[in-house]
């Protein structure tokens, strides 16, 4: 799972961030694991719009799915690419989302 953990490293590593969500290649957030559930943005990850559907196609590529079959949602495991963690990795096409674009969710589920 290369392409995850390469773009999101530093908060995959983070044992208090449970969920990063990518809603377009400008808005990305994360969770924390804090009794409030506190929800922030974080920087940019991607340049434009372009680039994070080529990142999305990738994913998607590596995980034995077809970008080009455009199924509604694709969802997939990750269970050895973070220490301690499984990652479920859920996809949404733009047919789905009101903005249009991808939506990638990544949630840290901890190795029991």
Same mark, same amino acid.
């Given at each position: 799972?290369?392409? !995850?953990? @390469?773009?999101?490293?530093?908060e995959?590593?983070? &044992?208090?961030?449970?969920?990063?969500?990518?809603?377009? $290649? %400008?808005?990305?957030?994360?969770?924390?694991?804090?009794p409030?559930?506190?929800?922030?943005?974080?920087?940019?990850?991607?340049?434009?719009?372009?680039?994070?559907?080529?990142? !999305?196609? @990738?994913?998607?590529?590596?995980?034995?799915?077809? &970008?080009?079959n455009?199924?509604?949602?694709y969802?997939? $495991? %990750?269970?050895?690419?973070?220490?301690?963690?499984?990652?479920?990795i859920?996809?949404?096409?733009?047919?789905?989302?009101?903005?249009?674009?991808?939506?990638?969710?990544?949630?840290?589920?901890?190795?029991?």
């Amino acid at each position: 799972m290369g392409l !995850i953990t @390469d773009y999101f490293e530093k908060e995959l590593n983070c &044992p208090d961030i449970t969920n990063i969500r990518v809603l377009s $290649f %400008d808005d990305v957030r994360i969770k924390l694991s804090t009794p409030k559930q506190m929800r922030h943005s974080i920087r940019k990850f991607f340049s434009d719009a372009e680039d994070y559907e080529r990142f !999305i196609g @990738d994913i998607l590529s590596q995980n034995g799915k077809n &970008p080009a079959n455009k199924m509604l949602v694709y969802n997939f $495991f %990750d269970t050895s690419s973070v220490p301690g963690y499984n990652l479920k990795i859920s996809i949404a096409s733009p047919t789905v989302n009101v903005n249009r674009a991808y939506l990638l969710h990544i949630r840290k589920i901890p190795k029991v």
